[in-house]
């Protein structure tokens, strides 16, 4: 399956902003059923290509000069479904049963991961979605995972740290993925993210908030212990006072022609930014 991806990201800022830091895990590589054909990225600074601890593609963005608004676009295809399925790991596995501020599980957690403690994975998955709710706005981007659990809702990042926080209390080492879903009705425009489990000696990756095995629809990014270690953004900045921000992404499979006029115009993004900082 070839799947272009449009990803853009506005932020506008009430007060002058005079340095901007950013970190950037926007570029997917080869590997793990996935091949890259074209890839594009384009800010309004300097980027600097970087491969973090994890293996991750990252760009450092820096802005040294005043300004009040960032403008980050990646877009490109990548081949699904492809038999490029290595697994390549340069880190030890115990490294992925690192417990995090956002991954620590509570005792709640752990009495539910142990009742499946010889069972399938995939059936604690089903289990674990069907006592999560997916639910918008229920959770924020700090909810840890003993909070997203005891509320019995959240987003595809909720079910991810909770099924991490599961696997290691299981003692199996999993981490975070960031990337993008592709859905026939283009009803999940935004980042997705799964989780990654080792076991019988190969990465195993599992998408709670659908409720399946990864496959041909998903595309990777990022990897990490959690959100943190995978976001596809995060920095700092000095100055800018209030912020505003706007996201649009498009995945489709019906070419560029398509993509574009799909697109939304940057004037539109730059609205929707301005519109939620007030």
Not at 4 to 10: D, F
Not at 106 to 129: D, N, Q, W
Not at 247 to 269: D, F
Request: some cysteine; charged content about 15%; aromatic content about 8%.
């Amino acid at each position: 399956m070839r799947l272009n991806i449009q990803h853009q990201t506005q932020y506008v800022y009430s007060e002058m902003v005079t340095y901007t830091i950013q970190q950037l895990r926007l570029t997917p590589q080869n590997g793990f059923g996935q091949h890259v054909r074209h890839w594009d990225i384009k800010v309004n600074g300097q980027l600097h290509e970087v491969q973090d601890t994890f293996g991750n593609i990252a760009h450092t963005l820096v802005i040294d000069n005043p300004h009040h608004e960032l403008y980050i676009s990646v877009s490109g295809e990548v081949e699904t479904g492809v038999g490029d399925v290595s697994q390549h790991e340069a880190l030890p596995m115990p490294i992925y049963l690192r417990e995090t501020e956002l991954t620590a599980p509570s005792v709640g957690i752990t009495e539910f991961a142990h009742a499946f403690k010889a069972k399938p994975l995939e059936e604690m998955m089903h289990a674990l979605r069907d006592k999560m709710q997916y639910l918008k706005g229920a959770t924020q981007v700090d909810t840890t995972a003993a909070q997203a659990f005891a509320l019995g809702q959240g987003v595809c990042q909720d079910h991810a740290h909770v099924f991490i926080a599961c696997c290691r209390s299981l003692g199996y080492p999993a981490r975070y993925v960031s990337g993008y879903l592709f859905t026939e009705d283009g009803s999940l425009m935004q980042t997705h993210a799964w989780a990654d489990v080792w076991l019988d000696d190969r990465w195993q990756s599992l998408d709670v908030s659908n409720g399946c095995v990864t496959n041909e629809t998903h595309i990777r990014l990022a990897v990490g212990l959690d959100y943190r270690g995978a976001s596809p953004v995060s920095g700092m900045r000095i100055g800018g006072g209030e912020e505003g921000m706007a996201t649009s992404v498009i995945v489709n499979q019906n070419g560029g022609q398509l993509l574009q006029h799909q697109k939304v115009s940057t004037a539109t993004l730059l609205q929707q930014a301005q519109q939620a900082q007030q």
